[in-house]
């Protein structure tokens, strides 16, 4: 396992490794596994429990489209997990500055920016890895670029970023067979369809890397600031109050479940029932989504969301309404997992140990073959 000081990229890498290993039981990813391609099944069960880390200034999960397909190429190349490395922080960064460009529009208009952007960014990588030309594996999978925030709360969500991942290494095959296609022209349309930026990584500017989370809990990161402020505030004298969760208007468009999910794929986009559920329990780990808790489900119906366009997009004021009046409990800037507010070594550690249930969790070795890496992790 890397320390606090070593490079991000390392980290994002291993945790999604984790995430992925996890993740392949579940539903979503065994379906993919029944299409027999790798790709789409290494990628789905990466982001099926939306554990994996998530740029936030794009709103996006940059490892989750590029790291499988910088793998699962490597693999299929007899590379080493070092090349596999190289291409996906190419890949990570030139999805970031698309998402960042990107955002808040590709979200106002309902696209899920991870998919959106994520065959960008898998095409980079796999060009780097193939000696593809890059502005060709650009323009094509641009051309494929698509998925919907309408999935969330489905098996949609998970498979559209492995489907994007796919499309971006058929871009970059494609691009090395010889297609030629005009980045400018496509860039320029695909602005105008789905009202987004189209963007590269620039010289001086700040890496995605460096603004990226480590998610604390299995859940959308949009959530996370009310998990933090209601676990801050569990086993005070709030039990039965009224309570208002206030968040950036961008969270409840990424977390527009009612108090009410119906299974726990949904309670994940539910800021009232995880406000509740973890004002009962505790904050939710991989398990808590197995099924639906009444109790939190009562609970989340005298919990009211509302929104205020001031805040961070990552902010969420908790205030109670009680005998005495209203007041505010509760404020999170930045939750847990975040740039501002960083999981050390010693926590990310633990999470990777309850994904894998190792003892202890794994390491990165460049020299390993990639081939090798992802059998490790059952992929």
């Given at each position: ?88 922080v ?30 960008a ?24 670029s ?14 559209q ?58 859940c ?5 600031g ?35 999910p ?18 009962l329990?505790?904050p ?36 109670t ?12 800037k ?46």
């Amino acid at each position: 396992m890397t320390d606090a000081a070593s490079d991000g990229y390392e980290v994002a890498l291993l945790d999604w490794l984790g995430c992925a290993a996890r993740g392949r039981q579940e539903e979503a990813a065994e379906a993919a596994r029944g299409v027999e391609d790798r790709l789409v099944f290494a990628a789905t069960s990466g982001h099926v429990l939306d554990f994996d880390d998530t740029y936030l200034p794009g709103l996006a999960h940059l490892t989750a489209p590029v790291a499988p397909a910088a793998l699962v190429l490597a693999a299929e190349l007899e590379k080493s997990t070092g090349d596999a490395l190289a291409a996906f922080v190419r890949g990570f960064e030139a999805m970031g500055a698309l998402a960042r460009a990107s955002h808040p529009a590709l979200y106002d208009r309902g696209w899920h920016p991870t998919a959106v952007c994520g065959a960008a960014g898998a095409a980079v990588a796999a060009s780097h890895l193939i000696d593809a030309p890059v502005d060709a594996a650009l323009a094509i999978a641009l051309l494929q670029s698509g998925g919907l925030r309408a999935a969330f709360g489905s098996h949609g969500k998970s498979l559209q970023v492995g489907l994007a991942a796919a499309s971006g290494l058929q871009a970059a095959r494609l691009a090395r067979a010889g297609a030629r296609v005009p980045l400018d022209t496509v860039a320029r349309g695909w602005q105008k369809a789905t009202g987004g930026t189209f963007a590269r990584p620039q010289e001086g500017q700040d890496r995605a890397i460096d603004e990226n989370w480590i998610k604390a809990w299995p859940c959308c990161l949009q959530t996370h600031g009310a998990i933090e402020a209601a676990a801050s505030v569990r086993g005070d004298h709030h039990a039965a109050d009224k309570l208002t969760v206030t968040v950036h208007p961008v969270s409840v468009q990424a977390a527009a479940e009612g108090p009410e999910p119906a299974d726990g794929l949904q309670a994940k986009f539910s800021i009232p029932y995880l406000t509740a559920f973890t004002l009962l329990h505790g904050p939710p780990d991989v398990e808590s989504f197995a099924q639906v808790d009444p109790d939190a489900v009562q609970r989340a119906h005298s919990i009211e969301i509302k929104t205020n366009s001031d805040l961070l997009e990552s902010e969420c004021v908790l205030t109670t309404t009680a005998a005495e009046g209203q007041a505010e409990i509760a404020i999170v800037k930045a939750a847990l997992g975040s740039p501002g507010h960083p999981m050390d070594a010693q926590a990310i550690r633990a999470k990777l140990q309850g994904l894998l249930g190792t003892e202890p969790p794994p390491t990165l070795d460049q020299d390993e073959p990639a081939e090798r890496l992802l059998q490790r992790f059952g992929l």
